[in-house]
């Protein structure tokens, strides 16, 4: 139904007039909830334990974009609207769409293993070519940088492909 969604850097657009959530709790929320009232005049950060820096407190209110608490577990999907209840318990207005910003977690425990440098958010540190400090182990994606979308991790493959393949040809002669 298009109302729980995952990117608003890949389809805010479609948003337009309806009334917008992001679901979460720190700074990364807070930029998407700001990046999302770029295009949506109706912009809610739906959270239950808020950690966020002044700075952004101020920047989203400055933009009309309202913390609102809610109830963990009341999330619920109502026709095509989103549907949460506040701390006491009580329906909050419906929201039309939604969007995710709980923060992932790189899967970069084998390439630590391995010796790969990981920078502090536990994601691999490349060069221009993509590959990794371990000489000949080259990385895309997910585990590389925090912008999680396919098209950079194609982009990112279509690197590390060239210069493997650029490598094995200087090997061989």
């Known amino acids: 139904r298009g109302v729980l969604r995952f990117c608003p850097i890949c389809d805010g657009f479609e948003v337009g007039t309806k009334r917008a959530a992001i679901i979460g709790n720190d700074d990364h929320a807070a930029q998407e909830a700001l990046f999302l009232r770029s295009y949506s005049p109706s912009v809610s950060l739906l959270t239950d334990a808020a950690v966020l820096s002044a700075g952004l407190r101020d920047r ?3 933009q009309d974009v309202a913390i609102v608490s809610f109830m963990p577990g009341s999330l619920r999907l109502v026709g095509d609207t989103i ?4 701390p006491q318990g009580k329906d909050l207005p419906a929201f039309d769409v939604a969007y995710g910003a709980l923060g992932v ?15 502090a958010g536990g994601c691999v540190g ?48």
């Open 83 to 86: 549907l949460a209840a506040d």
């Open 60 to 62: 989203l209110a400055a």
């Open 105 to 119: 977690a790189p899967q970069t425990q084998l390439l630590a293993r391995l010796g790969v440098t990981l920078d």
């Open 126 to 173: 490349v060069d221009a070519h993509q590959q990794t400090s371990v000489p000949g182990l080259y990385a895309a994606g997910d585990v590389v940088r925090g912008l999680d979308q396919i098209s950079v991790a194609v982009g990112e493959a279509a690197i590390a492909a060239t210069a493997i393949h650029n490598g094995l040809r200087e090997q061989d002669g």
